[in-house]
């Protein structure tokens, strides 16, 4: 089973197909002479426009966001910054291949620099170079192959092109090695409704015509599974998936108890996304994914445009900010973080704080500014706290800022004295991905350790109970930000635990609520109940499903 990032829900079984790639385009290596250096432009030139013409003519054939990603494209084919780059280039002498070659990785150099979403254009420049070099050399255009039988499409990462062309009879759900929730992948995929899962570890080993199940909710691509198993995977994905798609909103048991069902972003046009679906709210909008590619802290400035966009796509509603949690597996090059034996132990999240309080100060005066700027009132939190003295520590650096403090419960020790941590914050949220982790001694990024750091480990759900009685004791709220609350059956558990909220990729959204809808509080409280005397991870689900009928 290969993990990435889910985009869009829904379950599919089908045979691998991948894009076809551009046949190796040999570099003339002579130089051209200067005599014939206007036709090698004229060459070129006409390429560039027939490759933007013809972008052009199947964005006119296209409706929604594939009509809009086709034209963001063919008019990417016609900017003049990369197209002067390669003309320039010809005019000194450099064959056109060559010279579409050089100027485009001098601007996916450029983009990637810049990060964000200019980075996740890299993949559409790089499907005009391919473009335009197959026109140079009169060779078919590269892309999505038409299968016979529907099929799953799995490539390093999708162009715009390929993609907005999709017909979703035929291609049922995609996988990517690379891209992100907010690259053209994932926006086609969500317009046209099928499965996706991005960021898929080990995905570029799969061989076309394997067959693979896609579980766009749980992120995961497991390859080869039980053909019965997998039909009946995807055909309960498609039972839940019709009633998830009249789930409107707010979170609540179908006998009215309220569980605000929130959203996890990463950005603005994450925080969008959101939007678009009927959460809540943002429970954790983890900051530190906006600079995974910046050598340099950004300043409070740009920090508080960056986190305005997310207040401002969720104005009104409630937004919890967590502070960087830079280290182990999401290391920032400005965070100075030393060379470490077990990094995941070492200096992260809230501990980069110790040694340069800075950072941490200029983070909330940052987000105090996109407070002010958006008129919206945001909470903080902090996450990796293990005692309650760093819960009080933050506390009051982020009320000094007029900002309402909370803190992460991902530590053994911070949920065992949960209630002392309570004395100095005005909410905890759980992170059940590192609770599972530091509660099983088990590497959260191993697929070897993967049974133990499931979230059913009735090890963890202990100290998220113990947590959620700490919490209800003091009058504060406690949620859950971790994949655990993704899981719309565990959702039901926590529910019963007592937590106030559920924070899930948007795309987990809808089950979640669905699910919880579906359910009586009492049947929330008996599955918890049962869910703690439980052993194991499997009987632990087991005993939910039994209660929750
Ligand atoms: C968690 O640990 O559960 C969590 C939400 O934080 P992250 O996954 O970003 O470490
Ligand atoms: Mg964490």
């Known amino acids: 089973m290969l993990r990435g990032v889910p985009v869009v829900p829904g379950v599919q079984y089908a045979p691998v197909v991948r894009p076809g790639r551009l046949p190796v385009v040999e570099d003339t290596a002579a130089e051209i002479a200067d005599a014939d250096r206007p036709a090698e432009a004229a060459r070129f030139s006409a390429a560039a426009t027939a490759v933007a013409t013809r972008l052009r003519d199947r964005a006119a054939h296209s409706t929604g966001a594939a009509s809009e990603v086709l034209a963001a494209t063919a008019t990417l084919a016609q900017d003049r910054a990369w197209l002067g780059a390669a003309e320039k280039r010809i005019a000194g002498g450099t064959p056109a291949v060559r010279a579409v070659r050089e100027a485009v990785a001098q601007f996916v150099d450029l983009f990637t620099k810049m990060g964000g979403l200019m980075a996740e254009r890299v993949t559409d420049l790089q499907d005009i170079r391919d473009r335009v070099l197959a026109e140079l050399s009169g060779l078919p255009e590269p892309g999505v192959p038409l299968p ?68 766009g909710t749980a992120g995961t691509v497991t390859v080869g599974p039980d053909e019965v198993a997998a039909a009946e995977a995807v055909a309960a994905a498609r039972h839940e998936a019709e009633r998830a798609a009249h789930w409107a909103g707010p979170g609540a048991t179908a006998d009215g108890h309220a569980v605000a069902i929130l959203a996890n972003v990463q950005d603005g046009a994450a925080a969008r996304a959101a939007r678009e679906t009927p959460a809540e709210g943002v429970g954790l909008f983890r900051t530190e994914l906006c600079f995974l590619n910046r050598d340099t802290e950004p300043t409070v400035d740009e920090q508080a445009e960056i986190y305005g966009e997310v207040l401002d796509a969720f104005a009104g509603h409630k937004v919890v900010v967590r502070t960087l949690d830079a280290g182990s597996d999401k290391p920032l090059k400005f965070a100075g973080h030393r060379d470490e034996a077990n990094p995941a132990l070492g200096v992260r999240g809230i501990r980069i704080a110790h040694g340069n309080p800075g950072i941490l100060e200029r983070q909330l005066a940052g987000i105090a500014a996109a407070a002010a700027r958006t008129g919206t009132r945001p909470w903080v939190m902090a996450p990796m706290i293990a005692t309650a003295g760093e819960a009080k520590d933050f506390a009051a650096a ?32 759980i992170g059940t991905n590192d609770l599972a982790q530091y509660t099983m001694a088990a590497d959260r990024m191993s697929a070897d350790l993967a049974l133990l750091t499931d979230p059913w480990q009735p090890a963890v759900l202990a100290l998220v109970a113990m947590t959620v009685r700490a919490g209800a004791a003091a009058g504060k709220p406690v949620g859950v930000c971790g994949e655990a609350a993704a899981d719309p059956t565990l959702a039901c558990v926590l529910a019963g635990l007592g937590v106030t909220s559920l924070s899930a990729a948007s795309a987990a959204v809808p089950g979640v609520g669905a699910r919880l809808a579906q359910v009586t509080l009492q049947q929330c409280r008996d599955a918890a109940e049962a869910v703690l005397a439980t052993a194991t991870a499997a009987e632990a689900r087991a005993a939910a499903l039994a209660a929750l009928g």
């Open 148 to 215: 016979m039988v529907p099929s799953v499409l799995c490539a390093e990462d999708l162009a715009p092109a390929d993609t907005a062309g999709l017909d979703p009879t035929l291609i049922v759900a995609l996988a990517t090695t690379l891209g992100g929730p907010t690259s053209h992948t994932a926006i086609i995929a969500r317009q046209l409704g099928i499965p996706c899962v991005v960021a898929v570890d080990g995905l570029d080993a799969v061989p076309a015509g394997a067959f693979v199940l896609v579980d």
């Open 398 to 429: 982020a009320r000094r800022h007029g900002l309402t403090p909370g803190v992460m419960i991902e530590v053994p020790a911070a949920a065992l004295l949960a209630d002392r941590i309570l004395e100095h914050v005005d909410f905890l949220s």
